[in-house]
């Protein structure tokens, strides 16, 4: 039988190995109730006195050598913790007495108390009062219902008279699902292993089956590739907004998909969708009248294209969100829509209009291709053109005729750049791209901030369809269809990495569907 190979036979095996310590830990949680455990150990007992009974005479000064009934004293540092696997509360403590615990300190009278608490967890000297319970009598100690959470721990101090050193301790007590029990420090720092006996045994097993499976996995000699894997030559064009996705996502195809090779070009959403449009038509000619097939181009664009390339076949990719930028110098952090309305008509010259520092306005804009800019005018400035161009350098103005200096610039990273470094400057640019920026932030519309969560909740404005352009269907077995498929398929996550919404997940379905509508 083909099935009964050694790497099935190893594959079963280790599979029925990690199950069975799987069930065993299942069984180990139920039937052992020690998951809440408070261990404690001695961690001195030493002479103080100068009687020979206490284990050796000692030096003494001052109160000690004054105090004949001293002359026997000892002390015990008795560290009490949480070493089991779950917090245990106050009322986890199952006596019926005030406190929680007791302890013996058999043949000797306990004659003082101190308690401390490691730096991070002093609340827990809250606990330690009388009313809580706090209290000794003769050679015993009564210890108040003290929570501990996994790993916590206190000292108690005990002056102790009328035995010697070595003598029984033990501390008592009833947890519910639990126990108390005699300790010992088993790392250098006194704190409980991480992980009890049992359960390193069970860990190790399923570490084992893990790697066992993984190897056989990554030593198979017939890896296949995605199944959106195809080859040959692509570029990608348009949108510098998604580029970066773009170009991870062209690497990530290339590293899984040997034979494929992707160029990405991007110059703006409208020339993009132009440049493909060309050489689409171009291409149409080359080849001769009814002929089949397209460039091994494909156009990401901000934005649905215009009707005048009918040709262009769309698939809807992600929702890309976009954010107005300012200058630190203007410390506003929200604007209306109204008010972005009257800053990119012109009507606003300086800031202190809108509240803001006496600083002139400077608009930051990227040219006419440009997507973003074409989002912001349909989504934001309610279909209306910004103010033309006053100035090339975005610190001069060259045309008087205009109230405000508005330049135009290539990319987002030249807007980014001029919004840090001039004052009073507002400019737009693709969300994550202005993630981190020194010189400028990111301002709110409408008090909703730029972000990918909740669209549909929020209804933040300054966002649009991703789209990705092919001239007519591309065949299935091409480059095209494979990359596109790919970026709705594996490339998810990168997507998402960039701080865009994938149209392909059941939220990003529903907004997709929304805006493309609206």
């Not at 190897?215 to 195809?230: K, N, Q």
């Not at 010189?439 to 008090?447: A, F, I, M, S, V």
């Amino acid at each position: 039988m083909d099935w009964l190979s050694a790497e099935n036979t190893i594959a079963v095996l280790t599979a029925a190995l990690g199950l069975a310590a799987t069930v065993g830990a299942l069984w180990y949680e139920r039937r052992v109730p020690r998951r809440k455990r408070i261990g404690y150990r001695v961690q001195l007992d030493t002479a103080i006195g100068d009687n020979v009974r206490t284990g050796g005479a000692n030096t003494r000064l001052g109160l000690f050598d004054e105090t004949p009934e001293m002359s026997d004293a000892t002390l015990v540092l008795l560290r009490v913790e949480n070493d089991g696997s779950q917090a245990v509360t106050d009322a986890d403590y199952s006596g019926r007495a005030l406190h929680g615990l007791t302890a013996v300190f058999t043949g000797r009278t306990v004659r003082g108390l101190a308690v401390t608490a490691p730096s991070g967890d002093d609340h827990l000297m809250e606990h330690f009062t009388p009313v809580a319970g706090l209290r000794y009598e003769g050679s015993t100690l009564h210890i108040p219902r003290v929570p501990l959470n996994r790993g916590q721990h206190y000292k108690l101090l005990v002056l102790l008279t009328g035995g010697p050193v070595g003598g029984d301790i033990t501390v008592t007590g009833g947890i519910q699902a639990g126990e108390v029990q005699p300790n010992r420090s088993t790392t250098l720092d006194g704190k409980p292993p991480l992980l009890s006996r049992p359960a390193q045994l069970l860990t190790v097993l399923l570490t084992l089956s893990v790697v066992t499976l993984a190897s056989i996995i990554v030593l198979r000699d017939a890896d296949p590739p995605p199944i959106e894997c195809a080859t040959g030559e692509l570029t990608v064009l348009g949108s510098t907004a998604f580029a970066p996705v773009a170009e991870e996502l062209a690497d990530k195809y290339e590293e899984d998909c040997p034979g494929s090779d992707i160029t990405v070009g991007a110059h703006g959403s409208a020339a993009g969708v132009r440049e493909l449009d060309d050489a689409g038509r171009e291409f149409g000619r080359a080849k001769g009248k009814g002929a089949k097939g397209a460039p091994p181009l494909l156009a990401f664009s901000d934005g649905p294209k215009s009707d005048g390339f009918p040709r262009l076949a769309e698939t809807r990719v992600a929702v890309s969100v976009f954010a107005l930028v300012l200058n630190d110098r203007v410390p506003l952090r929200n604007l209306t829509l109204p008010q972005v309305r009257r800053l990119y008509r012109g009507d606003v010259r300086n800031w202190k209009e809108l509240g803001g520092p006496d600083l002139p306005v400077v608009l930051v804009s990227r040219g006419s291709s440009s997507g973003t800019r074409d989002t912001l005018q349909r989504r934001v400035l309610g279909g209306a053109f910004e103010i033309k161009a006053s100035s090339n350098d975005c610190l001069s103005k060259d045309d008087r005729t205009v109230p405000v200096i508005r330049c135009e610039l290539d990319s987002t990273d030249q807007v980014l750049d001029a919004v840090g470094r001039i004052p009073g400057a507002i400019g737009y640019s693709e969300l994550r791209a202005a993630s981190g920026l020194k010189g400028l932030h990111r301002l709110d519309l409408e008090g909703h901030a730029p972000s990918t969560d909740q669209l549909l909740k929020t209804g933040y404005p300054y966002r649009e369809i991703e789209y990705a352009y092919t001239y007519g269907l591309p065949p299935a077995d091409s480059l095209a269809a494979g990359f596109l498929a790919y970026a709705r398929g594996t490339g998810l996550d990168v997507i998402r990495t960039h701080g865009h919404l994938p149209c392909a997940t059941p939220e990003g379905l529903r907004v997709c569907g929304d805006d493309a509508s609206g």
